[in-house]
């Protein structure tokens, strides 16, 4: 029964076809991907402009920013926080 059970788990999962496509299941990492989306999106919009390479900087800089704190290689009291009311207990 187990094993059948597992078969088509198996199979169902095999049928989504999902090899190129991202889960996000954290709210916090969405919140950052959706930010570093739009500082790309608004470089595009930079460079449509003529804009100096100063305002291109900050737009990437601003994205890179937002994809180090999902990887969690950024660490400021604004992170720490965050982490400590999502996850500990008695707060």
């Known amino acids: 029964m187990r094993s059948e059970v597992l078969k088509d788990l198996v199979k169902e999962f095999a049928d989504l076809q999902v090899e190129n496509t991202?889960?996000?299941s954290n709210a916090r990492h969405f919140e950052n991907l959706s930010r570093a989306l739009e500082n790309t999106q608004r470089?595009?919009?930079?460079v449509a402009q003529g804009l100096g390479a100063e305002f291109l900087?900050?737009?990437?800089?601003?994205a890179l920013i937002a994809i180090h704190e999902t990887l969690g290689k950024r660490f400021d009291d604004q992170i720490m926080d965050r982490v400590?009311?999502?996850f500990?207990?008695?707060?």
């Open 22 to 24: 991202v889960l996000i």
């Open 43 to 46: 470089s595009q919009s930079v």
């Open 57 to 62: 900087a900050l737009e990437f800089k601003e």
């Open 84 to 86: 400590f009311k999502e």
């Open 88 to 91: 500990c207990i008695g707060k």
